[in-house]
Nanobody, 125 residues
Framework: QVMLVESGGGLVQAGGSLRLSCAAS????????MGWFRQAPGKEREFVTT????????YYADSVKGRFTISRDNAKNTVYLQMNSLKPEDTALYYC??????????????????WGQGTQVTVSS
């Protein structure tokens, strides 16, 4: 069982930056592909970005490409999401998720069996 806890959310003005963290406990994160998803009120959960378990590959939703960066520090058992040039439409509850040694269907929430509780990001205009 992998337990995930997100932190780093908050209120920021448009154009600002935030760095989210996802700390894992229970298991080492190194063999897990890690993803970030978000869900705005009244909308479905959507893919943001993912980093494969090897750390070799990263993938981004078009809406965040060039603004967001995912990274992992396996020694700290933590995954990060650096968010720059934030826009009001980035406002959502952000979740991290984990899937053991997975390399396919990485943009689908159903691929990930382990989820954190989420951290709120609010971007004001």
């Amino acid at each position: 069982q992998v337990m995930l806890v997100e932190s780093g959310g908050g209120l920021v003005q448009a154009g600002g930056s935030l760095r989210l963290s996802c700390a894992a406990s229970g298991r080492t994160l190194s063999p897990y592909t890690m993803g970030w998803f978000r869900q705005a009120p009244g909308k479905e959960r959507e893919f943001v970005t993912t980093i494969t378990w090897s750390g070799t590959n990263t993938y981004y939703a078009d809406s965040v490409k060039g603004r967001f960066t995912i990274s992992r520090d396996n020694a700290k058992n933590t995954v990060y999401l650096q968010m720059n040039s934030l826009k009001p439409e980035d406002t959502a509850l952000y979740y991290c998720a984990a899937a053991f040694m997975t390399t396919t269907n990485l943009d689908r929430p159903g691929t990930y069996p382990y989820w954190g509780q989420g951290t709120q990001v609010t971007v004001s205009s």
